[in-house]
């Protein structure tokens, strides 16, 4: 039993294994599906949740090193969806595993911060004086993604909701 747990796990790390078992990173499909998000998000929220939840299931299935080499036209894609306050906790969970070319977000992502600062301020206001422990999910997510872009590092407490979705 140790043996096989043993070659389990030599298996399990092996990076060559997730090469062989991830998908390659189709741009046409997910231009394509952030498009269709964009169109129908306002019209029918769930059904855009839904479709949003599916983008960000096929971006989990896509090859770390393609993800986190994503090309500069899908990272202003996938920013795309921070318009939406539906759409922060996906797009950034998506965005999360971009390396250097995160920085073609930047000016999506400060637009997304202002316009979450304040819809959390007016929900602050009309909650007290209680304040919603999770009032802060989507721009700590959103502020995860811009601490990530300038220094290029992981914020612990911004990244909390973003890093283990």
Known sequence: MLIFLMA????LADPSIESQSCKHLNTK?????VMRINDV??????????????LERYWKCVCSDERYHTNKHIVLTL?????HEEGILSSTAMLFDIGPNLKAARNMV???????????????QASA??????GQ???????????????GEIDQNYCRYVANR
């Open 79 to 83: 920013s795309k969806l921070l318009q």
């Open 137 to 151: 999910t989507l721009s700590f997510s959103l502020e995860c993604i811009r601490h990530k872009i300038i220094t």
């Open 29 to 33: 499909y997910v231009s394509s599906e």
């Open 41 to 54: 998000i306002y019209l029918n929220s769930s059904y855009g949740v839904r479709l949003l939840g599916a």
């Open 110 to 124: 400060d637009a997304a911060i202002f316009t979450e600062n304040a819809r959390e301020e007016i929900r602050f």
């Open 8 to 11: 389990a796990s030599v298996t």
């Open 129 to 134: 004086p209680i304040m919603p422990e999770t």
